[in-house]
Nanobody, 122 residues
Framework: QVQLVESGGGLVQAGGSLRLSCAAS????????MGWYRQAPGKQRELVAT???????NYADSVKGRFTISRDNAKNTVYLQMNSLKPEDTAVYYC????????????????WGQGTQVTVSS
């Protein structure tokens, strides 16, 4: 079994900070890109940030300068530091990873966490 388990969500006032973590566990042979996506009520899931195994990052325009994605390859963990939070950042945040696992065969599979709620009050 392969899992992505997120933690760190919660309720914060506008202008505050939160740090999300996502740990991958199970029969994992390799991890390529990891990332964070979010889905607000009534909206489609959207990309927040991604990071490659080599550390190259990509951010949505709406979070540039406020959010920072990082990863610890030794721990199979990706982080999202969120600063200067705004009410429009309120959403369920999902961790995503492109992983070669016992169950994905010869290909990298697309894996998702269960999501963690982030609520920013005004």
């Amino acid at each position: 079994q392969v899992q992505l388990v997120e933690s760190g969500g919660g309720l914060v006032q506008a202008g505050g900070s939160l740090r999300l973590s996502c740990a991958a566990s199970g029969s994992i042979f390799a991890i390529n890109a990891m990332g964070w996506y979010r889905q607000a009520p009534g909206k489609q899931r959207e990309l927040v940030a991604t990071i490659t195994s080599g550390g190259s990052t990509n951010y949505a325009d709406s979070v540039k300068g406020r959010f920072t994605i990082s990863r610890d390859n030794a721990k199979n963990t990706v982080y999202l530091q969120m600063n200067s939070l705004k009410p429009e950042d309120t959403a369920v945040y999902y961790c995503n990873a492109d992983m070669l696992t016992y169950y994905s065969g010869s290909y990298y599979g697309d894996y998702w966490g269960q999501g963690t709620q982030v609520t920013v009050s005004s």
